[in-house]
């Protein structure tokens, strides 16, 4: 099959009015409200160094903050000024999706339009504010008339960078839970879809592309005062907005909104269901791409309705617990405390997606590993890679703790990279996930943990509390539970990791539909 | 002479820092009286000016302003009511000609047709032709048409006084003395008060009625070209033997019957 004609192209496409029309609200947005909190500012600053000075720097050190950093950070802030409205005045809001990725990325917007702002209207001939003033106009009058038309040049520069930097940054909302144009490339890159990363990023940088020359073509007639210009660029802008966000209007009502977190199963696991819920003739759609902290606090607000969470991560990172349980008294325990969340364990999928530590089959058994234990004497010679979370993770402490292990080097990895790294001896252990099918394609073994510092980490499924009794929902999704076991998952898996038309979350959930059926 | 100054400067003194750029000065300017200032940069002849409209607040003394003294005026009000002609035009690079002129009516909520009536006829009124000025930006005009947007400008809410700072000086010798010529009889025709700034005696000698000279922020002297010929001050003759020299030379060197 050729590159190009490859059906992926096709289904990139059929997302592209949500994506795209998502992408340009909550950028246009931003920028709106960056505009709005900016442009005062460097009026009112303009004449006062010290003040200026301070916002300047303020505005600078936001920038230095990497845009995923900054984003990720405008969840949890939303979420504790969420639950003081709540306490205080009884209201609360949605700290998921739109509202931080708007915040986030208005802040962002606001170094280039501060300085810009500044620039221009220092940057005024003195002889026409003298002027202004000598034609009898007041401060205001001087302002409005004289001062911000002639740095309006200057000023449109400053909100064509912002513009830039913000439909670019927008890109990395996805885990935050607003849909955009960034859901193609953490889809792709987690399902080894390079059609969608290749297509993410060329549709992110042709928006940004055709908004910097429009805007460039506005400032460029207000610069030469060519009325025409100007016009064919705020027409040209004018059109896109229209034509991408026109598409998504009147799509408020989306159903069930099934969540996954930023890796394969997920995405695989999340249009499983969904199919589920539409042959029960529910509508439903997937939010694909959610961090994992994100995720929990979507379903407990409503937010999405359902997702699959593994019981191990719960029990550390939602009831902070770092004892160890058997699977079925770990799931029973947890059940009880979500529930009075309000949050609906339904189930157990049948499979466990666990932390193990993974190397190749040959090395180990060359050295004679077959446990952990054998593990921790070759450790301090050896290195070892695992996901972005894994080394702050209370599994790690425990691993190390029980076992003593202490190894040369550790690594942080895209998850799906760390095992072709282990196969090819780039890193001698991995942190890898027992439910992966990439352990059997790289022929490599997931180490025994006989003192069981690994707690379980059963697939259950969880409702949102507003779901706690709905039946259709329910009986929609009880065919899967208990049906996927592990070796069905890790073909799944292993199917997802191709790079062909097979391998995307919808053809591999129509497979296994097929299957466990 | 008539009774009452248009504009009267009473011991009045203004510092910037340590630099006295007004000292001590008191001068009357005569309702329709056309007064030039002359000094050197740094004589404090701009700001003598300023101090008049209140783009500058003076340090001691008074200021009236046809009889009333501009620190009970409001600045704005005052501003508007009193011509001001910029040194290089001070036009506004982002309006027409139309919008410049009009500027002032328009701050004072003139009617938008008046204000169209008013712009053509101050257009005639400084001899631009209406129908290729009127929409043009300032960049497209020579210096001298700018120049005379800058008096139509000043003259478009009808003050009865007219500030000019140093109005012609960066004009060519023959634009800079048909606008000089031009505005002079302007002065008459609306009987205006006027005064305007020069480092340029011979401009002064020959625009003006009565001269006031200006060194270090003092008033040296002030009166009719002939009677400053009179003063006793050094600097003063020293600016005046500038045109006489010139005459002569001149006299001597173009032959009379050329003259057109």
């Known amino acids: 099959m050729s590159f190009f004609t490859d059906p992926r192209w096709n289904e990139a496409l059929t ?351 060359a050295l004679g590993i077959r446990t952990i234990a054998d593990l921790a004497a070759h450790a301090s010679t050896m290195s070892i890679a695992g996901d972005y979370e894994f080394f702050s993770r209370p599994e790690w402490a425990a691993l190390q703790k029980a076992y003593g292990l202490q190894f040369r080097a550790q690594r942080q990895m895209q998850p799906d990279f760390m095992y072709a790294a282990v196969a090819s001896g780039e890193v001698d252990v991995i942190a890898g996930y027992t439910s992966d099918g990439l352990i059997a394609k790289y022929d490599l073994v997931a180490l025994d943990d006989p003192r069981h510092a690994i707690p379980p980490y059963d697939a259950i499924l969880l409702l949102a509390p507003k779901r706690a009794g709905d039946a259709r929902l329910k009986a929609a999704l009880k065919p899967l539970l208990g049906k996927i076991d592990i070796a069905t998952m890790r073909e799944a898996n292993l199917r997802a990791s191709g790079n062909d038309a097979n391998s995307s979350p919808d053809a591999i959930a129509k497979w296994m539909w097929e299957k466990i059926r | 002479m008539p009774s009452k100054p248009a504009i009267s400067y009473v011991h009045v003194t203004k510092s910037f820092g340590a630099v006295k750029a007004v000292d001590d000065v008191s001068l009357d300017i005569a309702e329709g009286e056309f007064v030039a200032v002359v000094g050197g940069s740094g004589s404090g002849k701009t700001t003598l000016l300023r101090l008049a409209n209140r783009l500058i607040e003076a340090d001691g003394g008074t200021i009236t302003v046809e009889g009333e003294d501009v620190r009970n005026v409001d600045p704005v009000a005052l501003r508007r009511r009193i011509g001001y002609v910029f040194q290089s035009g001070g036009l506004f690079p982002h309006l027409s000609v139309a919008d410049n002129i009009g500027i002032t009516p328009r701050l004072l909520g003139a009617p938008a047709a008046d204000i169209a009536a008013r712009v053509d006829e101050l257009l005639a009124l400084v001899q631009l032709d209406r129908a290729s000025h009127r929409d043009r930006l300032p960049d497209a005009l020579s210096g001298g048409q700018r120049q005379r947007v800058g008096v139509a400008r000043a003259l478009a809410a009808k003050p009865r006084i007219v500030l000019m700072d140093e109005p012609f000086g960066a004009l060519d010798p023959l634009t800079r003395d048909a606008l000089g010529e031009d505005y002079r009889s302007l002065h008459r025709q609306l009987g205006l008060t006027t005064v305007m700034i020069t480092h340029d005696m011979t401009e002064a000698i020959l625009l003006a009625d009565r001269i006031a000279v200006m060194r270090g922020g003092e008033l040296l002297a002030q009166g009719t070209p002939a009677e400053l010929s009179n003063s006793g001050d050094a600097y003063v003759l020293e600016l005046l033997r500038t045109p006489r020299r010139q005459v002569e030379r001149l006299n001597a060197l173009l032959p009379r019957s050329g003259a057109a």
């Open chain 1, 15 to 365: 997302h592209l009015p949500d994506y795209l029309g998502n992408h340009v609200r909550v950028s246009l947005a931003a920028l709106a409200l960056g505009l709005a909190v900016s442009l005062p500012l460097a009026i009112l600053t303009r004449n006062r160094p010290a003040p200026r000075a301070i916002l300047l720097a303020l505005a600078s050190i936001v920038q230095t903050v990497p845009g995923l950093a900054l984003l990720a950070l405008f969840y949890p802030l939303l979420l504790l000024a969420a639950s003081v409205t709540l306490a205080w005045f009884g209201v609360s809001f949605s700290a998921f999706g739109f509202l931080p990725a708007m915040l986030a990325l208005a802040l962002y917007s606001m170094l280039p339009v501060l300085r810009n702002g500044i620039t221009g209207l220092n940057g005024i001939d003195p002889a026409l504010i003298e002027a202004a003033k000598g034609v009898g106009m007041t401060q205001r009058q001087s302002l409005v008339l004289v001062e911000l038309p002639l740095a309006l040049p200057v000023m449109m520069a400053g909100i064509r960078t912002a513009a830039v930097w913000v439909i670019g940054t927008a890109t990395l909302s996805t885990p935050i839970g607003q849909t955009s144009l960034g859901n193609y490339i953490f889809a792709g890159l987690q399902t080894q879809n390079w059609v969608f990363v290749l297509f993410g990023c060329f549709a992110s940088a042709l928006l940004a592309l055709a908004v910097d020359q429009l805007l460039g073509l506005i400032e460029s007639g207000l610069r030469q005062r060519s009325r025409l210009r100007t016009g064919f660029g705020a027409a040209g802008i004018a059109a896109l907005v229209v034509a991408t966000l026109v598409p998504t209007m009147g799509r408020s009502s989306q159903g069930y909104v099934v969540g996954a977190k930023t890796f394969a199963e997920q995405y695989v696991l999340s249009a499983l269901m969904r199919d589920r819920l539409q042959a029960a003739g529910l509508s439903a759609t997937a939010r694909s791409g959610l961090g994992s902290s994100v995720i929990f606090g979507a379903l407990k607000a409503g937010d999405i309705d359902l997702y699959v969470d593994y019981s191990g991560t719960l029990w550390a990172n939602q009831l902070h617990r770092t004892d160890i349980k058997p699977r079925a008294e770990l799931v029973a325990e947890l059940k009880t405390a979500l529930a009075k969340d309000d949050i609906t364990l339904l189930g157990e999928l049948g499979f466990e997606n666990a932390y193990a530590l993974v190397m190749p089959k040959k090395k180990a058994e």
